[in-house]
């Protein structure tokens, strides 16, 4: 009974606290001691006691203290994916009950792709924070592949990207079909067409953003290897990671570039805007989670907000007349 007791209580003082993981988190995500004590709102020396006496418990070092910014070890990094399944699933049992109870609180991680960021999030955005006044919103404006990982790791709950995404961890909601359109230089010769077909566009003359965006992929998958329409006057090549840089560059002359239909709102001149000929070019936007989001709830009232303060134009539902570009950067392992 004596040796049962004093392993109990071994065991016992080596039970770790959601208040450690959610240190050592902070500590994995920020890469500094001081700034996890801040984003925890403790002093430095709380946070770095606390991570050291877990190190002690378990007997590992969790982090290497000697690189700038501070990265886990290899067994670290393990501890640090364990420990946010972990401190997500035990924030899960009080979202599961305010969620059933119809009480949408709490704090929710979106990642949304910067071809959509600065052109969806003010249809929905402000409605969304008016309506849930206890909701916290954090969006992050990130390319397709590191938000399918962040996902993965759960340091976000959700994404809004281009689908489909080639993971079947990972669910997607379909929100809407987004027609493409071209930008041309006043001047251009294409604009004497009411219409354009794929094969009227040179992937010599379109201007691009830079790689890793799907945009820049679907842009080329419709362009490349067509015919040459005007290239003898380009002096130089661009790529940027802003579609309002590019249609800035094409007010200044530069040929043309492919935009999502929400970037063509604002387009000052619509003369030099030109829609596809049937069927046309459309990518699929979808709310995307992994297997471990459980707010139905939450997710239902951000679906239907979404959806709701589309403009017209757009739609959940493919019509006939229009061809889904899938995205190529959907093939994540």
Known sequence: MIKLAMFLAKEQACIMTLTQLEYILAVADTGSFSHAARQCHVTQPTLSMQIQKLEEE?????FDRTKQPIKATSIGEEIVQQARLVVRDAQHLKEIVDDAKGTLKGELRIGIIPTLAPYLLPLFLKKMKDLYKNLHLTFEEIQTETMVERIRNH????????TPIDDL????HVLFYEPFSAYFAKGHPLLDKKTIDEKDLSVDDVLLLNEGHCFREQSLALCRNKKQIVSADR??????????TLKKLVDQGENFTL?????????????RLRNFSDPVPTR???????PHFQRKALLKALI????????EGLSSVRSKNQLKVDNPLGSLK
């Open 58 to 62: 378990l007997g590992v070092v969790l």
């Open 169 to 172: 961890n990972i669910a997607n």
């Open 259 to 271: 935009l999502p239909w929400l970037a063509t709102l604002d387009v000052q001149d619509k003369k």
């Open 284 to 290: 699929e936007v979808s709310l995307i989670h992994g």
């Open 235 to 244: 002096t130089f090549t661009f790529e940027s990671g802003s579609l309002e």
């Open 155 to 162: 340091s976000l709950d959700l994404g809004i990207v281009v």
């Open 304 to 311: 239907e907000n979404i959806k709701k303060n589309l403009p």
